[in-house]
Nanobody, 114 residues
Framework: QVQLVESGGGLVQAGGSLRLSCAAS????????MGWYRQAPGKQREWIAI???????HYADSVKGRFTISRDNAKNTVYLQMNSLKPEDTAVYYC????????WGKGTLVTVSS
């Protein structure tokens, strides 16, 4: 059974930083593309970052230059370092694994106060 467990969310002031983690189990992590999505209140879920099985990252324009995605295959964990946070970054952040099909975590809430 695939499990993705996010952690690291919380309340931070604008301009601050947070690092999210997503621990994966039950899948071939090293062959999976790993991504982060977010869903703000009243809005649709949006893709923000992905890292390929080979370690190549891609970012949505809204977070490019502020967020960094990385992975540790030895720990089956993907990270999202978020810097220069803005109130509009407030959302539930979801981890995604893609290998043959998509898997999702339950999300972690990030709240950025102004």
């Amino acid at each position: 059974q695939v499990q993705l467990v996010e952690s690291g969310g919380g309340l931070v002031q604008a301009g601050g930083s947070l690092r999210l983690s997503c621990a994966a189990s039950g899948l071939t992590f090293g062959l999976s593309a790993m991504g982060w999505y977010r869903q703000a209140p009243g809005k649709q879920r949006e893709w923000i970052a992905i890292i390929s099985s080979g370690g190549t990252p891609h970012y949505a324009d809204s977070v490019k230059g502020r967020f960094t995605i990385s992975r540790d295959n030895a720990k089956n964990t993907v990270y999202l370092q978020m810097n220069s946070l803005k109130p509009e970054d407030t959302a539930v952040y979801y981890c995604n694994a893609r290998y043959v099909m998509d898997y999702w975590g339950k999300g972690t809430l990030v709240t950025v106060s102004s």
